[in-house]
């Protein structure tokens, strides 16, 4: 098992910046490929970015340009910088962990998720 708890999330105004922060109760190197997904009211939950064991990152064609994925192994953080946000009402996004090893290997664990509303 591994927790991850999210937070960073907010009121923000379009045009403005969050930063999200994932942290997990244990080591996620070389184990979990690291993902932000978000879910809006009424609609599914939907992929945002991507983080690999080796920090190959992918993003959502929505967000690219204005997201950025990172991981810090050495904290077993990961963080989502979000900037230019655009007024699409209120998600809460979500932290995963995807085990690629070991007994991890095929799990999946979520966070409890933050809310980000970006509102004028």
């Known amino acids: 098992q591994v927790q991850l708890v999210e937070s960073g999330g907010g009121l923000v105004q379009p045009g403005g910046s969050l930063r999200l922060s994932c942290a997990a109760s244990?080591?996620?190197?070389?184990?979990?490929?690291m993902g932000w997904y978000r879910q809006a009211p009424a609609k599914e939950r939907e992929s945002v970015a991507h983080?690999?064991?080796?920090?190959?990152?992918n993003y959502a064609n929505s967000v690219k340009g204005r997201f950025t994925i990172a991981r810090d192994n050495d904290k077993n953080t990961v963080y989502l910088q979000m900037n230019s946000l655009k007024p699409e009402g209120p998600a809460v996004y979500y932290c995963?962990?995807?085990?690629?090893?070991?007994?991890?290997?095929?799990?999946?664990?979520w966070g409890q998720g933050t809310q980000v509303t970006v509102s004028s």
């Open positions: 995963n962990a995807f085990g690629t090893t070991g007994w991890d290997s095929g799990r999946n664990y």
């Open positions: 244990r080591s996620i190197s070389g184990i979990f490929v």
């Open positions: 983080i690999s064991t080796g920090g190959t990152v």
